[in-house]
C-alpha cells in the first residue's frame, strides 16, 4: 500500500474490483483483511483478496478484466526478478498523496484456500459484498498465523502478531454467531481444512492465545493439555469428525 489508504478506500476498491467480475461472469469472494474487516474485525484492511470460483481462466486474464474496465486498475511488474506475473494496483485518481491499493486475484487450492459453493458466501451489512464463509475465513487465518511464525523474513515473522489479534477478534464473532463446525451447512468444508485447522490449532493455544481455549471447544473442538501441549481432536458429534 502506498499513501494512508482508509478503510472507505479499501472498500470502494473491493466493490469496484467485484462488480467488474460481476459483469464479466465470473463469480468471487472476498478474504483476507477485507473480509475480516466486513465480519466486524477493528484493523482497517490493507490491501484487496478476492477468490475467483471458476476455473474458466487463468489469474493474468482476470487482472486484465479489470484493467480494461477501469483505468485505475494497473499492472506494475513484480520486485521478485524471476516473476513471470505482474502485480495487480488500484490508483486513487485526484490524490495528492498518490495512494494505491494492492489487489490479489486468487484461485481454489493456492494456499490451501477452499472452492466454496456459490450458495455459501456470505453478505454482511453494512457492506453487502460476498464473503468466504466466516469459519473458513478464520481457519485461514489461523494458517497465515503459522505460516508468519515459521517465516524466515523478518517483516513476515511480525505479522504473526498482527495474525494473532484478528483472530481472536474472529473467533469472538463466530462464537457470538452461533456457527460451529457441526452445522449442516459446513458439510461442503473439507475435511483436510478442518484437520489442517485442528494441527495448527495445538500450536496456536501453546504458544498463540492459549485463554481462547474454550471458545474453540465451543466452535466443536476438543482441547486436551497433557505435559504442557495441547492436543485437539475433533467433537465425537461434529460432521467432520474421524471415526
Request: proline share 6%; with cysteine.
Amino acid at each position: 500500500m502506498s499513501g494512508y489508504c482508509s478503510s472507505t478506500n479499501i472498500i470502494d476498491v473491493a466493490r469496484k474490483a467485484i462488480a467488474i467480475f460481476a459483469r464479466e461472469g465470473p463469480k468471487c469472494c472476498l478474504v483476507g483483511s477485507v473480509a475480516s474487516y466486513a465480519y466486524g474485525v477493528s484493523r482497517t484492511p490493507n490491501d484487496v483478496d478476492l477468490i475467483i470460483l471458476t476455473e474458466l481462466y487463468d489469474q493474468e486474464r482476470l487482472k486484465q478484466m479489470l484493467v480494461h474496465s477501469d483505468s485505475n486498475f494497473h499492472l506494475v511488474n513484480s520486485r521478485n526478478i524471476y516473476a513471470t506475473y505482474k502485480v495487480l494496483w488500484y490508483r486513487f485518481p485526484s490524490s495528492y498523496l498518490a495512494k494505491r491499493c494492492k489487489v490479489d486475484i486468487l484461485d481454489p487450492g493456492i494456499m490451501n484456500i477452499p472452492n466454496v459453493p456459490p450458495e455459501h458466501l456470505v453478505s454482511k451489512a453494512p457492506y453487502n459484498l460476498p464473503l468466504m464463509p466466516l469459519i473458513s475465513h478464520l481457519f485461514l487465518k489461523l494458517q497465515a498465523w503459522s505460516d508468519h511464525r515459521a517465516a524466515t523474513r523478518s517483516d513476515l515473522q511480525l505479522k504473526q502478531y498482527t495474525d494473532r489479534r484478528d483472530i481472536d477478534q474472529l473467533l469472538e464473532i463466530v462464537y457470538r454467531s452461533g456457527d460451529r463446525i457441526r452445522s449442516p451447512v459446513l458439510k461442503w468444508l473439507p475435511e483436510s481444512m478442518v484437520s489442517a485447522a485442528s494441527t495448527r490449532l495445538q500450536d496456536y493455544l501453546f504458544r498463540g492465545s492459549p485463554s481462547t481455549r474454550r471458545q474453540w471447544e465451543a466452535l466443536g473442538f476438543v482441547v486436551q493439555l497433557e505435559n504442557a501441549g495441547v492436543f485437539i481432536s475433533h467433537c465425537p458429534y461434529c460432521s467432520h469428525a474421524r471415526s
